[in-house]
Structures are given as structure tokens and as C-alpha cells.
């Protein structure tokens, strides 16, 4: 089955910096790649996501960028603020018969210091 | 976005009780899930709930266990069995349209003692 790898595993930075997480996947018929943001007593919520047809995709201090050669993808946060601190988890998850059950990554803690 | 309901959403059982999670999707949602959540720990999928018939089940998970019901398109129900400590988790909904975003439910805060 799939196999979803995030790292780092904590990530800190201070406010007004960027944050890059990064995550691999097994396998190669993956194609959607949603981000989630789970605040501590919270659910997960979805804050972006791409599919296999995109190499990149932007949604103001958030940006998620594919490679599907490498099998990689990536969320960049720039200009982080507090309210930004959280556990980020990245998903990947195929289209099986309409079925498309996700796999998520290990999750980062993120820290925004100000 | 759907809107995916669950209750209840904390509860304090006992050791060997059984516990059912109930869930209510809006009609947006065509596929739904169950998800699993240890503390400090990422997602895990339990199973799909399949409507009108038995769920799909992961690896490590087996009916007896996390009986799971689908009557129909909106609604589903996870009881967790014959509950141990090891048991204490957030239990997770989960549900959308085919291509779509999956949304989630606000959590069971399940506590065995």
C-alpha cells in the first residue's frame, strides 16, 4: 500500500520567516496531495491541496509544489505568523473506483517564534 | 465545504464496555471513513464505510473489533469493542465526493479507564 513520509518531524521558525515540510509517497498512481493543519483540541482542517495535473499551486503565505518524478511534494508558509503554529500533516491518497482513501504523513510541529 | 457531524464527542468508558460513535454527513458526501488518531500521533485509517454493505477494513483492523454500519448515503456509526486503555484515541469521520476535498469530522475524544 501506500507509504507516506513527512519531515521534519518538529520544525521551528520566527515570525516573518518561511517554513518548508516536505513529504515522499510509494507509489506512483498517487494523484491528490492535500494539506491539513490540526490545532491542538482540533480537528484536521484542509488548508491546500494539488493534484497530479499541477506542478504547483498557491494560496497566498501558502504554496504546495509536486514532483511526481521524484515523488515528492512539498508546503511552503511564507511570512509565518503565530497563529501558523501547529501540526501539519500531508495526505496522499489514489483513486481506486471512486474510493480515495488518504495516507498521511508522520505530521510536523511547527513553531512560529515571535 | 461538507458538513460532517459526530457524536458524542468526548466520552470516559470503562474498561470492556463498547462505545458507538455516531456520524451525519451532509448530502455532498458520497464517501466516508474512519480514521483513528493516538495521542501525538498522525491519522490512521481504520476503514471505509460502505453503504449497504460491510466496511473495508485496513490492515491491523478487523470488524469484531470496530464493527462499523452504513445504512445509508448520510449516516454511519463505528463502536468500538470490549475497550482497553490501549483504546484511548480520537476517533475520526471522515467524507466527500469522488475528486473532491475530504473533510472531517470534529473528533470522538474516546478515554478508557
Known amino acids: 500500500g501506500e507509504n507516506v513520509e513527512q519531515h521534519p518531524s518538529t520544525l521551528s521558525v520566527q515570525e516573518g520567516d518561511s517554513a518548508v515540510i516536505k513529504c515522499t509517497y510509494s507509489?506512483?498512481?498517487?494523484?491528490?496531495f492535500p494539506w491539513y493543519k490540526q490545532e491542538l483540541g482540533k480537528r484536521p482542517q484542509l488548508i491546500i491541496d494539488?493534484?497530479?495535473?499541477?506542478g504547483e499551486k498557491k494560496d497566498q503565505r501558502i504554496a504546495v509544489t509536486l514532483n511526481k518524478t521524484a515523488k515528492h511534494f512539498s508546503l511552503h508558509i511564507t511570512e509565518t505568523q503565530p497563529e501558523d503554529s501547529a501540526v501539519y500533516f500531508c495526505?496522499?491518497?489514489?483513486?481506486?473506483?471512486?474510493?480515495?482513501?488518504?495516507?498521511f504523513g508522520t505530521g510536523t510541529r511547527l513553531t512560529i517564534i515571535p | 465545504s461538507a458538513v460532517i457531524s459526530q457524536k458524542p464527542s468526548r466520552d470516559i468508558c470503562q474498561r470492556g464496555t463498547s462505545l458507538t460513535i455516531q456520524c451525519q454527513v451532509d448530502?455532498?458526501?458520497?464517501?466516508m471513513f474512519w480514521y483513528r488518531q493516538q495521542p501525538g500521533q498522525s491519522l490512521t485509517l481504520i476503514a471505509t464505510?460502505?453503504?449497504?454493505?460491510?466496511?473495508?477494513?485496513e490492515s491491523g483492523f478487523v470488524i469484531d473489533k470496530f464493527p462499523i454500519s452504513r445504512p445509508n448515503l448520510t449516516f454511519s456509526t463505528l463502536t468500538v469493542s470490549n475497550m482497553s486503555p490501549e483504546d484511548s484515541s480520537i476517533y475520526l469521520c471522515?467524507?466527500?465526493?469522488?475528486?473532491?476535498?475530504?473533510?472531517f469530522g470534529e473528533g470522538s475524544w474516546l478515554t478508557v479507564v
Open positions: 495526505a496522499a491518497s489514489i483513486t481506486r473506483g471512486g474510493n480515495e482513501k488518504l495516507t
Open positions: 507509489d506512483s498512481a498517487s494523484n491528490y
Open positions: 494539488i493534484r497530479s495535473n499541477v
Open positions: 448530502s455532498q458526501v458520497t464517501m
Open positions: 464505510a460502505n453503504q449497504g454493505s460491510e466496511a473495508t477494513y
Open positions: 471522515s467524507g466527500g465526493a469522488s475528486g473532491n476535498t475530504i473533510y
